[in-house]
């Protein structure tokens, strides 16, 4: 019973829209209808407001971060599959027919919830892609691929293996942004859609 407890908490945490909450009590309508579509921080910040996504990018981890320590404080198990529940909330929400963001940000907070060296891996792989590329869909999946790896030498094989398959969802999930680094036209961090 706790392990579906776990995952059904985690996931009501997860499933909170943030981005389009967020977007539309400022005032700037539905952040669906610009940009990507997406409800993450790096749509957001399309909308030229850089303290919107950075809040967005914060509640939104929070989330994952919340649901794995509430949890993880009775079992690493508990934690892990609320951690999950949280990720896979946040990509596919009840309350928007399913369709939600790519879950970087709340994955990063689950990364917090449960190992934060490999946030601090995650952090440092991302700022040093975004740095040099612009992109933040490709410094999310180069983090995404270092994270799993950094993970089976400073934690256990269980968070190990919880981010390599978070990892691969990331992935499928950012397929149309690939197509678009491979093509040349994706959008880079600040340009506004």
Known sequence: MGYAISLVLGYLLGSIPFGLLITRAAGLGDVRKIGSGNIGATNVLRTGN?????ATLLLDALKGTAAALIAGHFSLDFGLLAGFGAFLGHLFPVWLGFKGGKGV??????LLGLAWQGMLVFAVVWLAMAFLFRYSSLAALAAAVVVPIAL????????AGLFALMSLIVFIKHRANISRL???TEGKIGAKG
């Open 50 to 54: 850089k303290g919107l996504a950075a």
């Open 105 to 110: 940000a709340t994955y990063l907070g689950v």
């Open 152 to 159: 089976y030498f400073m934690s256990t094989p269980q968070i």
């Open 182 to 184: 491979l093509a040349g």
